[in-house]
């Protein structure tokens, strides 16, 4: 069999998971909105329709806020590290790394 690739930061964020995080964050949010304003219990056909759309307003927030903050912690990645190899925690300096790995199991490392 041929050796597995190395990992990537390109390969961690692909947009299409990124979407689906997305509409997981906004289904859980719609749904939990459906069943908090008693969506599954006796309501008028009225009353319903506004259950609804508060939960489709509730989930279409949700799906917005939860991209916009994907995009801004996005931002703080450098272009130039999307295609080197990562061994070690994704937000970890290389530094960092460096530090913890050689002195496994003396806590962490000092800061300089």
Do not use: W
Request: charged residues 20%; aromatic residues 6%; proline residues 5%.
């Amino acid at each position: 069999m041929s050796e597995p690739r190395p990992t990537t930061r390109r390969d961690l964020l692909k947009p299409v998971q990124l979407l689906g995080f997305g509409f997981a964050a906004a289904l859980f949010s719609g749904l939990v909105t459906l069943v908090s304003m008693g969506f599954f219990q006796n309501l008028t056909g009225d009353e319903r329709v506004h259950v609804i759309v508060a939960s489709l307003i509730v989930a279409g927030v949700a799906f917005i806020a939860t991209l916009v903050i994907i995009a801004l912690c996005m931002l703080a990645i450098d272009p130039a590290k999307m295609t080197r190899e990562i061994d070690h925690g994704v937000l970890m300096d290389d530094e960092d790394a460096a530090a913890s790995g050689d002195a496994a199991g003396d806590g962490p490392a000092p800061r300089v």
